[in-house]
């Protein structure tokens, strides 16, 4: 079956552009996580959905940054005013439930110009 | 809180050798511990994981990894590495305890493997 998918793969913008970066989790998986990968760090959570329940922003570095989740399947991370400190390898992942192994997507590589 | 020590940054091993990578972990209650594999611009694979039962666990690519609750470690190795099984590898970790924050992965900074031929 299908992976989770991420759109675009690689994304090259200007600082003080807005940027969408969308997940396509795979089909029936409940349980949606961004993590934010920068170069030489480990991977930093974002933001966690889980089914219909409120969001686990806790993550989520400044307000510049927003997620949402529709109809509980695609995701969309916005990023507004981007800064040069935003650029980064941002990955998704979704899981069956709560409890059970993360599957990732390839990514999304940001560079802010 | 909850976090993840990977103590080597890099890991050299011979082609055929036995290969350790190191992982030490804190949480508050009992742990859920994950291994990662990322090759190079690809995303993350599971390759085992600890939630409860037998300490010793064995998972994808002749990979196994050992938890240990004295020494808060899980420790992932292999009999004999192949050249193959060069990449970045993260553990993770998160409290089975729930609240504020549980069902998030912590992970380490990642430790790179290098096969050598």
């Known amino acids: 079956g299908a992976g989770v998918s991420q759109s675009p793969s690689n994304k090259v913008t200007e600082k003080g552009k807005d940027v969408e970066l969308r997940c396509d989790p795979i089909?029936?998986?409940?349980?949606l996580y961004w993590y934010r990968q920068s170069l030489g760090q480990g991977l930093e959570f974002l933001i966690y959905?889980?089914?219909?329940?409120?969001?686990?922003k806790s993550g989520l570095p400044s307000d510049r940054f927003s997620a949402e989740r529709t109809g509980g399947s695609v995701s969309t991370l916005t990023i507004q005013r981007t800064q040069q400190e935003d650029s980064a390898v941002y990955l998704c992942?979704?899981?069956?439930?709560?409890?059970?192994?993360?599957?990732f997507g390839p990514g999304t590589r940001l560079t802010v110009l | 809180a909850q976090s993840v020590a990977q103590p080597e940054d890099q890991v050299n091993v011979a082609e055929g050798n036995p290969l350790t990578v190191k992982c030490t972990y804190s949480v508050s209650g009992n742990p859920y511990l994950f291994w990662y594999v990322q090759y190079p611009n690809r995303g993350l694979q599971f390759l085992l994981k600890y939630i409860t039962g037998d300490n010793l666990v064995k998972g994808s690519y002749g990979f196994e990894a050992e938890f240990n609750k004295s020494q808060t470690s899980f420790h992932l190795k292999k009999p004999s590495a192949l050249v193959s099984d060069s990449a970045l590898y993260f553990c993770?970790?998160?409290?089975?305890?729930?609240?504020?924050?549980?069902?998030?992965?912590?992970f380490g900074k990642g430790t790179k493997l290098s096969v050598i031929p």
């Open positions: 089909s029936g998986h409940t349980a």
């Open positions: 993770a970790v998160r409290d089975i305890f729930t609240g504020a924050g549980s069902y998030q992965l912590t």
């Open positions: 959905f889980q089914g219909n329940s409120a969001p686990d």
């Open positions: 992942a979704s899981s069956p439930t709560d409890y059970n192994e993360q599957f």
